[in-house]
């Protein structure tokens, strides 16, 4: 995506609960004599800031042209990840775009090939078959995530039909008692001008 130098930009991910969430980004500066993104020049960085759904901050800090961000999402529900640039040049000059190459991986378990190689009483299909394990752990707490999710959104749908429902009644019963009220004045009207 791209930015401007002074600019922040938001993305939002919904995560479950105690998942370990991975960032890779590479950030290019437009330049303007080449019409095309190049590396970014030394000392431009990017400052990180993740928030929880309940606004407490998870992460902030300050990263170089690229580099990989890690946290934990202790709760569940949407996670805000901001990026800005650590630009001070004045903002008549920053004019300059950026583009960020981003890669989030959700549920990522770091898999270590040279503790593999390292352990050589340990057999590598023993380990692969326990990384499976984890995997599958992961995706357990996801569907169970998005079941929880799910009956959330139910239970307001049902509530919301049931109001409705109750909203179309009491517009009934008004109706019916103004009606019966007009018709009542009406008949008296009608009596008391004495044309009935």
Not at 26 to 35: A, E, L, N
Not at 56 to 71: A, C, D, H, I, P
Not at 112 to 127: R, T
């Amino acid at each position: 995506f791209h930015i401007g130098e002074r600019e922040e930009k938001c993305i939002i991910e919904d995560l479950p609960s105690d998942t370990l969430v991975v960032g890779n980004y590479k950030v290019q500066r437009w330049d303007i004599h080449k019409h095309d993104f190049l590396e970014s020049a030394p000392g431009l960085g990017m400052f990180v800031t993740v928030s929880t759904p309940s606004g407490e901050v998870l992460l902030s800090k300050l990263y170089g042209s690229q580099g990989t961000f890690s946290f934990t999402s202790y709760f569940s529900g949407e996670h805000i990840i901001c990026f800005q640039s650590n630009s001070t040049r004045l903002l008549a000059i920053a004019g300059s775009k950026l583009r960020i190459h981003l890669d989030i991986r959700v549920g990522e378990h770091f898999f270590d090939e040279s503790a593999v190689q390292a352990k050589e009483k340990v057999d590598e299909v023993h380990v692969r078959l326990e990384h499976l394990i984890e995997q599958i752990h992961h995706v357990s707490k996801e569907q169970d995530y998005e079941r929880e999710r799910e009956e959330k959104f139910r239970k307001t749908s049902e509530e919301t039909n049931s109001n409705i429902l109750w909203w179309a009644i009491a517009q009934t019963l008004i109706l019916i008692f103004v009606g019966i009220w007009q018709i009542k004045s009406l008949r008296d009207f009608f009596i008391a001008k004495k044309l009935v």
